[in-house]
């Protein structure tokens, strides 16, 4: 057994096995999270006015009812629990085909998105929200099920609350700013290492857990690159900054 591994299944097993989980997303994580997702919406959905003939039209300057939107909280509502239910149950065959559909419809929603010209910018922050949010609980999973170390959950779950923490304290809210090369691959990385550390325990093969490792400390160094190049841009286009002082 390795080092930590031990302490990891004492603190699942004090937390109620998989119970914990359910708790924890139905009583706190789900609600916030539809919450924040709901405000969002709202905010989003603002009239547009133009004046066309001395006549004012009104036009709803995003959709938030669309197809790929319920494809992004259907990640967040049923895939992921049921992934994490799985995974704190030690069936891990079963949880890998389970985060096979939740990378499946992270992938899908942008295709419909595109090719159904159902784009929004509602449905661009929850796609961001869902990926981040399945990231952090996946791997607090794994520390649970004593697949990873604690200090995994630390770096992400920390560059994430920091990120976090700039968008509010600069726009106070969502920024416009695209996802870059770095970030992308930095999500890659993370949704390969992590399946691959279950991967590994389904297998008890140590070598696709170092495997596995590996991919998963150069996930986390581009995880911290990226936050670094978000902060960067997010701070060259902070409101106001170009504004001139008369």
């Not at 990873?148 to 600069?170: M, Q």
């Amino acid at each position: 057994m390795r080092p930590g591994r031990a302490s990891n299944e004492k603190l699942f097993t004090a937390a109620n096995e998989p119970y914990f989980f359910v708790r924890l997303w139905t009583e706190i994580v789900k609600p916030l999270s539809m919450w924040l997702l709901f405000l969002r919406g709202l905010s989003s959905c603002q009239l547009e006015v133009d004046r066309i003939d001395g006549m004012t039209q009104m036009q709803v300057k995003d959709n938030v009812f669309t197809i790929p939107n319920v494809l992004s909280v259907s990640r967040l509502v049923i895939l992921l629990p049921l992934s994490l239910y799985l995974l704190a149950t030690h069936r891990y065959a079963w949880t890998l085909v389970a985060l096979f559909f939740l990378g499946a419809t992270d992938w899908l929603d942008g295709y419909l998105a595109r090719a159904l010209n159902q784009q929004s910018e509602l449905g661009k922050y929850m796609d961001v929200v869902a990926d981040r949010i399945s990231v952090v609980f996946i791997a607090l999973g794994l520390v649970f099920a004593g697949l990873v170390p604690w200090w995994v959950v630390c770096v992400i779950a920390g560059v994430d609350a920091i990120v976090a923490a700039t968008t509010w304290f600069l726009f106070h809210g969502p920024p416009n700013i695209a996802v870059s090369f770095v970030g992308k691959v930095r999500t890659a990385l993370l949704l390969f290492a992590l399946p691959g550390m279950i991967l590994a325990a389904a297998l008890d093969s140590p070598s696709v857990r170092e495997a596995s490792y590996v991919v998963l400390a150069i996930g986390l160094v581009f995880h911290i690159v990226a936050a670094v190049g978000y902060i960067r841009a997010m701070v060259r286009n902070r409101p106001g900054k170009n504004v001139r002082q008369d």
